[in-house]
């Protein structure tokens, strides 16, 4: 950190020169580094509020010094020389391919992405993290480029189509990469002509556009089924569908039996009442809730958490495999794990009557249900009951059944958290979710949206807690020297997508105050509760949460600011997120008083943007295999009418969601009896001749024409229905009288 100017203890504020001096000298010290005005202000320790380091930061930016990157980020202006040559300055970056199979390098080293010519890629692909020189040819201002080493594979598997020939076999994958694998007649393991097979690369070609050579891992089969249509989402974006014989292996030697020193060195909890709370599908079970009152009367109350760290050791097969994958992926019709199912379903899983060992975050509450301490440490649990949500929740409503009373306290607990969480400003937005009930061969037979009651809320509420707590210990610790740490950061929502937003609003009928952060966390607070009784203002509910950053890991605290949190992490699933594997491992050794361990803070951050990245492309196979199921539903229910809301229009139509299954589909103009003008804002259209108005947020009825699920669309059309009150609008006089006077014309 730069050199703090000497000032007094009651005064932390800097005039205008020196906060610019300041923020310049710590730009300068973290030249690849983006921050928001928050972050100078809280890393600086001075009392000059945000829009004071906002106008230093634009003086900087003004005087060439910093570069603004939108979203109120700003880094060190990088300055790439104007030069025929090429420079010998190299960055990194990762691709981001075009259709052309030209691509942009994003780096954090430069202000603007780097085009490189596909002739000038050197194998690189979409995703990959590559070294590359950039240089801004004279007499242009793009900066151009070239790969001038691969770091690091996006992924060395591909799917795609199997052809044969004489003397070896070509896949060409599903994806647009402009080449072609290579595989020998041995390697295609009993695949036959048109197969979907996935393959593994075991050579990269010299150049761009040479033939790559690769050996077939998995054969599919023939492409169309919803078996390997799945299949397909998890391997295009990037995820292993098998485990390597050598992950495989290490399994196989993990010691299953819990030995007498192992449990010497744990809190022995296996006689206090215990219980786990999961989805009735559930099969890896990583958290458990004990209770129990002290002799004084309090209450306390654990959350255990599966020890993953006890069996996953850093530096083996298991432990790369797992930070390779990063994340469990949960589509609609299956789980893949992060871990194999020996260590996720069996040794880990906090299976009911069976002695499991956990590291746990245990709270005392005193009779007003205030926390009056913490603990946190390595434990051995016996779970007396699982418990399926549904079955919590109509105990809860009964008031009677087994464990009712510990129910009722945990819930009450629970409910208290909550309030106080969205007293101090979290955001409370319960969006929507889809689910399906599948037939044997995991056709959708039933689609709604899933309740959430306090059953599942109750868990969330505790899992929030120990996240929260194992973050502030982590960073009181750290207070006089940083310990680096994975933390769940999530920054202020961008202010013109706020504006964008409340505009919506308005239109809708709805008012927003977004001035402040504070006011726009209310106000999205505010619209949640109104979409309770307004169900066309759910609409509003996604694009609210579009406007705000991705939550992700990062070592830089700034803060959560959807969950109005100074501190938070990851804790609560280390058998499905490897972020919370890292977070056990650093808070095991510094759980001592006198102990103080810290990682190297650098690697430890490119973890955390490698993990940020796994998990946004686990989430885009998520909404990929939901869309997919969606629109499998709806091909069933071709020429039938279903109500909707506008939710979004085009020049050429508008699309409408389903208000059962939430799909959505398109209406296009030319399906319909007149003509539209879409306004300017695209909130709203007018016909030509009826000169009825059509808004966001309107319910319609429409009927299902077409579906297409190669590319998960599908078509409607108003029903007949709405069309006819359309048609039977009444004309205005003053239109009666100008279809009048077009008629004599014609007749004239």
């Given at each position: 950190?730069?050199k703090?100017?000497?000032?007094?203890?009651?005064?932390?504020k800097?005039?205008?020169?020196?906060?610019q001096?300041?923020?310049?000298?710590?730009?300068?010290?973290?030249?690849?580094k983006?921050?928001?005005?928050?972050?100078?202000?809280?890393?600086?320790?001075?009392?000059?509020?945000?829009?004071?380091?906002?106008?230093?930061l634009?003086q900087?930016?003004?005087?060439?010094?910093?570069?603004a990157?939108?979203?109120?980020?700003?880094?060190?202006?990088?300055?790439?020389?104007?030069q025929?040559?090429?420079?010998?300055?190299?960055?990194?970056?990762?691709?981001?391919?075009?259709?052309?199979?030209?691509?942009?390098?994003?780096?954090?080293?430069?202000?603007?992405?780097?085009?490189?010519?596909?002739?000038?890629l050197?194998?690189?692909?979409?995703?990959?993290?590559?070294?590359?020189?950039?240089?801004?040819?004279?007499?242009?201002?793009?900066?151009?480029?070239?790969?001038?080493?691969v770091?690091e594979?996006?992924?060395?598997?591909f799917?795609?189509?199997?052809r044969?020939?004489?003397?070896?076999?070509?896949?060409?994958?599903?994806?647009?990469?402009?080449?072609?694998?290579k595989?020998?007649?041995?390697d295609?393991?009993?695949?036959?002509?048109?197969?979907?097979?996935?393959?593994?690369?075991?050579?990269?070609?010299?150049?761009?556009?040479?033939?790559?050579?690769?050996?077939?891992?998995?054969?599919?089969?023939?492409?169309?089924?919803?078996?390997?249509?799945?299949?397909?989402?998890?391997?295009?974006?990037?995820?292993?569908?098998?485990?390597?014989?050598?992950?495989?292996?290490?399994?196989?030697?993990?010691?299953?039996?819990?030995?007498?020193?192992?449990?010497?060195?744990?809190?022995?909890?296996?006689?206090?009442?215990?219980?786990?709370?999961?989805?009735?599908?559930?099969?890896?079970f990583?958290?458990?809730?004990?209770?129990r009152?002290?002799e004084?009367?309090?209450?306390?109350?654990?959350?255990?958490?599966?020890?993953?760290?006890?069996?996953?050791?850093?530096?083996?097969?298991?432990?790369?495999?797992?930070?390779k994958?990063?994340?469990?992926v949960y589509?609609?019709?299956?789980?893949?794990?992060?871990?194999p199912?020996?260590?996720?379903?069996?040794?880990?899983?906090?299976?009911p009557?069976?002695?499991?060992?956990?590291?746990?975050a245990?709270?005392?509450?005193?009779?007003n249900?205030?926390?009056?301490?913490?603990?946190?440490g390595?434990?051995?649990?016996?779970?007396?009951?699982?418990?399926?949500y549904?079955?919590?929740?109509?105990?809860?409503?009964?008031?009677?059944?087994?464990?009712?009373?510990?129910?009722?306290?945990?819930?009450?607990?629970?409910?208290?958290?909550?309030?106080?969480?969205?007293?101090?400003?979290a955001?409370?937005?319960?969006t929507?979710?889809v689910?399906?009930r599948?037939?044997?061969?995991?056709?959708?037979?039933?689609?709604?949206?899933?309740?959430?009651?306090?059953?599942?809320?109750?868990?969330?509420?505790?899992m929030?807690?120990?996240?929260?707590e194992?973050?502030?210990?982590?960073?009181?610790?750290g207070?006089?020297?940083?310990?680096?740490?994975?933390y769940?950061?999530?920054?202020?929502?961008?202010?013109?997508?706020?504006?964008a937003?409340?505009?919506?609003?308005?239109?809708?009928?709805?008012?927003?105050?977004?001035d402040?952060?504070?006011?726009?966390?209310?106000?999205?607070?505010?619209?949640?509760?109104?979409?309770?009784?307004?169900?066309?203002?759910?609409?509003?509910?996604?694009?609210?949460?579009?406007?705000?950053?991705?939550?992700?890991?990062?070592?830089?605290?700034?803060?959560?600011?959807?969950?109005?949190?100074?501190?938070?992490?990851?804790?609560?699933?280390?058998?499905?997120?490897?972020?919370?594997?890292?977070?056990?491992?650093?808070?095991?050794l510094?759980?001592?008083?006198?102990?103080?361990?810290?990682?190297e803070?650098?690697?430890?951050?490119?973890?955390?943007?490698?993990?940020?990245?796994?998990?946004?492309?686990?989430?885009?196979?998520?909404?990929?295999?939901?869309k997919y199921?969606?629109?499998?539903?709806?091909s069933?229910?071709?020429?039938?009418?279903?109500?909707?809301?506008?939710?979004?229009?085009?020049?050429?139509?508008?699309?409408?969601?389903l208000?059962?299954?939430?799909?959505?589909?398109?209406?296009?103009?030319?399906?319909?009896?007149?003509?539209f003008?879409?306004?300017?804002?695209?909130?709203?259209?007018?016909g030509?001749?009826?000169?009825?108005?059509?808004?966001?947020?309107?319910?319609?009825s429409?009927?299902?024409?077409?579906?297409?699920?190669?590319?998960?669309?599908?078509?409607?059309?108003?029903?007949?229905?709405?069309?006819?009150?359309?048609?039977?609008?009444?004309?205005?006089p003053?239109?009666?009288?100008?279809?009048?006077?077009?008629?004599?014309?014609?007749?004239?």
């Amino acid at each position: 950190m730069s050199k703090r100017i000497k000032r007094s203890q009651n005064n932390n504020k800097l005039t205008a020169k020196q906060l610019q001096e300041e923020v310049l000298k710590l730009l300068e010290k973290e030249p690849r580094k983006r921050f928001n005005p928050r972050q100078i202000a809280k890393t600086l320790e001075i009392n000059n509020n945000k829009d004071s380091v906002l106008h230093a930061l634009e003086q900087l930016v003004e005087a060439g010094k910093a570069s603004a990157l939108g979203d109120f980020k700003f880094k060190l202006k990088t300055q790439l020389g104007e030069q025929s040559n090429r420079s010998n300055k190299m960055y990194e970056g990762y691709v981001d391919m075009t259709r052309s199979g030209a691509a942009y390098i994003e780096s954090e080293g430069l202000d603007e992405d780097v085009f490189v010519l596909a002739k000038n890629l050197n194998t690189a692909l979409h995703g990959d993290r590559v070294l590359i020189r950039a240089w801004v040819p004279r007499g242009r201002r793009r900066a151009e480029g070239e790969v001038v080493k691969v770091i690091e594979r996006a992924t060395e598997y591909f799917l795609g189509t199997i052809r044969f020939f004489e003397k070896y076999a070509i896949v060409t994958p599903d994806q647009s990469l402009a080449l072609d694998i290579k595989i020998d007649l041995e390697d295609t393991k009993d695949a036959k002509e048109g197969d979907k097979v996935v393959v593994r690369i075991k050579t990269w070609g010299e150049k761009r556009g040479e033939t790559l050579q690769g050996k077939i891992t998995t054969v599919l089969g023939k492409a169309g089924t919803s078996d390997i249509e799945m299949k397909a989402i998890l391997i295009n974006h990037g995820f292993n569908l098998d485990f390597s014989e050598e992950v495989m292996a290490e399994i196989e030697k993990l010691e299953e039996e819990i030995t007498e020193a192992e449990v010497a060195r744990r809190l022995d909890l296996r006689e206090v009442t215990t219980f786990t709370i999961d989805p009735f599908n559930a099969k890896d079970f990583d958290d458990a809730i004990s209770i129990r009152y002290l002799e004084n009367g309090d209450c306390e109350v654990g959350v255990h958490i599966a020890d993953v760290s006890h069996y996953l050791k850093p530096g083996s097969k298991l432990d790369i495999e797992a930070y390779k994958r990063s994340t469990s992926v949960y589509l609609v019709d299956r789980v893949l794990p992060m871990l194999p199912e020996k260590l996720s379903n069996e040794l880990c899983s906090l299976r009911p009557n069976e002695d499991k060992l956990t590291f746990s975050a245990i709270f005392t509450f005193d009779k007003n249900d205030k926390i009056v301490n913490r603990w946190f440490g390595k434990t051995i649990i016996h779970s007396d009951r699982r418990f399926v949500y549904e079955e919590v929740q109509e105990i809860l409503d009964a008031g009677e059944g087994d464990f009712i009373e510990e129910l009722k306290k945990v819930n009450q607990l629970a409910h208290k958290l909550r309030k106080e969480r969205f007293k101090n400003g979290a955001i409370n937005f319960e969006t929507e979710e889809v689910q399906f009930r599948l037939d044997a061969e995991g056709v959708p037979i039933e689609v709604f949206v899933k309740e959430r009651k306090d059953a599942h809320l109750l868990i969330e509420d505790f899992m929030l807690l120990a996240n929260r707590e194992v973050a502030t210990f982590i960073s009181e610790k750290g207070k006089e020297q940083e310990i680096p740490f994975v933390y769940r950061v999530h920054d202020e929502p961008n202010p013109d997508k706020v504006e964008a937003l409340a505009m919506f609003a308005r239109e809708m009928g709805f008012n927003m105050r977004v001035d402040t952060p504070k006011n726009i966390a209310k106000s999205y607070n505010a619209l949640a509760k109104a979409a309770e009784d307004n169900p066309a203002l759910q609409l509003l509910e996604p694009l609210a949460i579009r406007t705000m950053a991705k939550a992700e890991y990062s070592t830089n605290n700034i803060g959560h600011y959807g969950l109005a949190l100074e501190f938070y992490s990851h804790f609560t699933s280390p058998i499905r997120r490897y972020s919370d594997v890292l977070a056990h491992r650093i808070l095991e050794l510094n759980l001592k008083i006198d102990q103080f361990y810290r990682v190297e803070k650098d690697p430890l951050e490119e973890r955390c943007k490698h993990i940020s990245m796994q998990e946004r492309k686990a989430m885009e196979a998520e909404r990929e295999s939901v869309k997919y199921k969606q629109v499998e539903y709806m091909s069933k229910h071709v020429g039938e009418d279903f109500p909707g809301y506008i939710s979004g229009i085009l020049d050429r139509g508008f699309f409408v969601a389903l208000q059962e299954t939430l799909a959505e589909g398109f209406i296009g103009f030319d399906t319909m009896s007149e003509a539209f003008e879409v306004a300017e804002s695209r909130l709203r259209m007018k016909g030509t001749r009826t000169k009825r108005e059509m808004k966001m947020g309107d319910e319609v009825s429409v009927r299902i024409i077409r579906t297409d699920l190669e590319k998960r669309q599908i078509d409607m059309m108003l029903s007949e229905e709405a069309e006819q009150a359309m048609v039977a609008a009444p004309i205005k006089p003053k239109e009666r009288r100008q279809q009048e006077r077009r008629k004599g014309r014609r007749k004239n």
